[in-house]
């Protein structure tokens, strides 16, 4: 039972460099996150999809994309990274969206340094 | 738009001692609250949640009940042991929003 699979655990970018994180969930959730935790800031929303082909921007989106490809799969993208995106990332997902009453269920965490 | 408020940690307790861990929230409505716990280099794990007012949610020896009248939702237990030592965030489901998380250590 996988439940919500991030890939890479770990990367190290040079600034201006882009990447894809992956993340795929096997419990046919409808709604799926990405949130990125610094320290003392706790976890912020970067983008959210309430269903399958839809995407809604969160408290902190730019400098980012993201794309949901299929109720599994949510990508965010990074096109040019900046030492101020070092963060550790987590993408989750709920059967419910917006105003719903479903816990959600987390990833393990992709720690991002950009030098 | 909705928010949510927790205390600011470290918190620093002996083991069996009594914990409490304060959240507010604002929201329209009456969203579903949460909280979840994050041990060292993992993801969150839920810990209990409440879906309407006056609910109380339990699991592990913890326990946090649904204040519409305060709104509040508050998390307490009542010994806790090393092994509780983690990162305690309270969210609610709007667009699930977390607080900033309350590091608590349990010394032995």
């Known amino acids: 039972n996988a439940g919500v699979t991030q890939t890479p655990k770990f990367q190290v970018l040079k600034t201006g460099q882009s990447m894809t994180l992956q993340c795929a969930q096997d419990?046919?959730?409808?709604?799926m996150y990405w949130y990125r935790q610094d320290p003392g800031m706790g976890l912020r929303l970067i983008y959210y999809?309430?269903?399958?082909?839809?995407?809604d921007k969160g408290e902190v989106p730019n400098g980012y994309n993201v794309s949901r490809l299929n109720k599994r799969e949510f990508s965010l993208r990074l096109e040019s990274a900046a030492p101020s995106q070092t963060s550790v990332y987590f993408c989750?997902?709920?059967?419910?969206?917006?105003?719903?009453?479903?816990?959600?269920?987390f990833g393990q965490g992709t720690r991002l340094t950009v030098v | 738009g909705d928010s949510v408020t927790q205390m600011e940690g470290p918190v620093t307790l002996s083991e069996e001692a009594f914990l409490t861990i304060n959240c507010t929230y604002t929201?329209?409505?009456?969203?579903?609250l949460f909280w979840y716990v994050q041990y060292p280099g993992e993801g969150l794990q839920l810990l209990l949640k409440a879906t309407k007012a006056d609910d109380k949610g339990s699991n592990k020896g913890f326990e946090a009940t649904y204040r519409k009248e305060t709104t509040s939702f508050h998390l307490e237990k009542g010994s806790v042991q090393v092994s509780d030592s983690a990162v305690y965030f309270c969210a609610l489901m709007g667009k699930l929003q977390f607080g900033a998380g309350t590091q608590v250590v349990v010394t032995p």
């Open positions: 999809s309430a269903s399958e082909g839809t995407t």
């Open positions: 929201a329209t409505g009456y969203p579903s």
């Open positions: 419990m046919n959730h409808n709604s």
């Open positions: 989750a997902s709920s059967e419910d969206g917006v105003g719903g009453h479903t816990e959600a269920f």
